[in-house]
């Protein structure tokens, strides 16, 4: 294996084969490639890592309550209060109650949040066109198998 993105050697031999720490570089190659692993445009944001890792949250949930995001990031409410309002006065996440129940208040991502989001990912959406341009329509079709049945695996070790 020529192409080495991670040292592999840190990872624990009893927990993955020959075989499964190729395909985890293989993977890891994939998606520093896309640019989804790339951290430096991350790195230019000015916040705090608790506060990027809400808004993570947020991208991928959607609508949190308040009390959710604390039960995600194992932060205490009030830790959390204060995170969101250094979020909200910075114009990315907006607050409101909740349309089923008005006690609880949710947050989510402000269109300026959402942009940044799109451009951070803008780059490995293209990178990623270009490459299955290059592809045939046999490959593409190869290469939709394979993550499908990835996907699906790591949704079924998330059950367990």
Same mark, same amino acid.
């Given at each position: 294996?020529?192409?080495?993105?991670?040292?592999?050697?840190?990872?624990?031999?009893?927990?993955?084969?020959?075989?499964?720490?190729?395909?985890?570089?293989?993977?890891?190659?994939?998606?520093?490639?896309?640019?989804?692993? #790339?951290?430096? +445009?991350?790195?230019?944001? #000015?916040?705090?890592?608790?506060?990027?890792?809400?808004?993570?949250?947020?991208?991928?949930?959607?609508?949190?309550?308040?009390? #959710?995001?604390?039960?995600?990031?194992?932060?205490?409410?009030?830790?959390?209060?204060?995170?969101? #309002?250094?979020?909200?006065?910075?114009?990315?996440?907006? &607050?409101?109650?909740?349309?089923?129940?008005? &006690?609880?208040?949710?947050?989510?991502?402000?269109?300026?949040?959402?942009?940044?989001?799109?451009?951070?990912?803008?780059?490995?959406?293209?990178?990623?066109? &270009?490459?299955?341009?290059?592809?045939?329509? +046999?490959?593409?079709?190869?290469?939709? +198998?394979?993550?499908?049945?990835?996907? &699906?695996?790591?949704?079924?070790?998330?059950?367990?």
């Amino acid at each position: 294996m020529e192409y080495n993105l991670h040292d592999t050697t840190v990872l624990n031999e009893n927990i993955l084969s020959s075989e499964e720490r190729e395909i985890w570089v293989l993977y890891m190659k994939v998606l520093t490639s896309a640019g989804l692993g #790339d951290v430096s +445009e991350w790195m230019k944001l #000015d916040m705090s890592m608790p506060q990027m890792k809400v808004l993570m949250l947020l991208n991928n949930h959607g609508t949190l309550k308040v009390s #959710d995001i604390a039960e995600k990031m194992g932060a205490s409410l009030s830790n959390t209060t204060g995170l969101l #309002d250094r979020l909200e006065k910075s114009g990315f996440v907006k &607050r409101s109650h909740s349309e089923e129940d008005r &006690r609880s208040v949710v947050v989510q991502l402000t269109e300026n949040a959402k942009k940044i989001f799109r451009g951070l990912y803008e780059k490995g959406h293209l990178k990623l066109k &270009r490459s299955l341009e290059l592809l045939s329509p +046999e490959e593409k079709q190869a290469v939709y +198998e394979g993550l499908s049945i990835l996907s &699906r695996a790591l949704e079924n070790a998330k059950k367990e």
